[in-house]
């Protein structure tokens, strides 16, 4: 078995952020935080480290930092993490990322996660072309709001590979695929994901929302005619996505960003704070052990 990356699940109580098409927020959590339940010993730190080592030894090579709210409300997590229990790992995990919506994304933090080795800031956002826009539609608070331009500059100047997953809303519809792509050049990118809203079949205000304001199928079908037409392919991903360079920049077309279509291999693996390993991130049936 060949997995791509492990989602590490930071362990938290919420979000500073509200996005309008929040997936988190429509499934409440249902996996208990046992990672912190014994800070000073951390009594399921044995149970954490067999599974860290069973995606390791599985092929994962890419530990991506996430969570159902930003994972830098959880700083010390990471620091734990980071400077102690991937260290408890035969052969440690050496790529690192971080996927955020860009806010506590300090100087501090940057410094924080430069010096424990992460390479590469994947910022998920919802307008490229409006900082302010793009703060409104994820709900970000104001104290926290940034400008998109001064902010990839900040994170290119750490030297890290950046990644904008663009979160496919109305506003791209009524751009071109060129225009978004000049953008993403401007802003220096190295990296883009452009990323289909998931609406689950659940009735509520988030996929109310999506219903109004996401981008029209032929917005995203001729994005991805574009990217064949003016790219070059790169690889087959696992998962079943064509990554293409294009104007050297890599793009990728994610229309299965919760993984629920069911394929032969797994495309990542989840390791939640309950302390176990599981391959869907709204299925608690896709449990491994």
Same mark, same amino acid.
């Given at each position: ?19 309008? =098409? ?54 010390? =997590? ?31 933090? !940057?410094?924080?996660?430069?010096? =424990?080795?992460?390479? /590469? ?22 104290? !926290? ?30 751009? /071109? ?13 190295? #990296?883009? /994901? ?8 659940? #009735? ?15 917005? @995203? ?27 050297? @920049? ?36 896709? !449990?491994? =052990?």
């Amino acid at each position: 078995m060949e997995i791509q990356s492990l989602s590490i699940v930071v362990p938290l109580n919420g979000c500073v952020n509200d996005c309008k =098409f929040c997936v988190s927020r429509i499934h409440e959590n249902q996996y208990e935080n046992l990672v912190e339940k014994s800070p000073e010993n951390w009594k399921y730190r044995a149970n954490y480290i067999r599974r860290l080592q069973f995606a390791r030894d599985n092929g994962c090579d890419t530990i991506i930092f996430t969570g159902i709210g930003e994972p830098l409300q959880n700083r010390d =997590f990471i620091t734990k993490f980071m400077s102690v229990i991937n260290n408890e790992v035969n052969r440690p995990f050496v790529w690192f990322e971080l996927q955020t919506s860009g806010v506590m994304l300090s100087n501090k933090n !940057l410094t924080m996660l430069s010096n =424990f080795g992460f390479s /590469t800031i994947s910022l998920s956002i919802s307008d490229i072309f409006d900082s302010y826009q793009n703060g409104l539609i994820n709900d970000i608070p104001r104290d !926290l709001m940034f400008d998109l331009d001064d902010l990839c500059k900040q994170i290119k100047s750490f030297g890290f590979n950046l990644r904008l997953s663009l979160n496919m809303t109305s506003v791209y519809s009524d751009k /071109t695929p060129q225009e978004i792509f000049n953008r993403v050049k401007d802003l220096s990118a190295d #990296q883009v /994901t452009i990323r289909e809203l998931y609406k689950s079949k659940i #009735q509520c205000k988030q996929n109310q929302w999506i219903d109004e304001n996401s981008a029209s199928v032929r917005t @995203i079908y001729e994005i991805e005619k574009y990217i064949q037409l003016m790219g070059v392919e790169l690889v087959l991903l696992p998962f079943g996505a064509r990554k293409y360079s294009i104007n050297g @920049i890599s793009a990728v077309v994610d229309s299965d960003c919760m993984s629920k279509e069911a394929k032969e291999s797994i495309r990542y693996l989840i390791l939640r704070e309950n302390c176990k390993l599981y391959s869907k991130w709204d299925d608690p049936a896709s !449990l491994i =052990f």
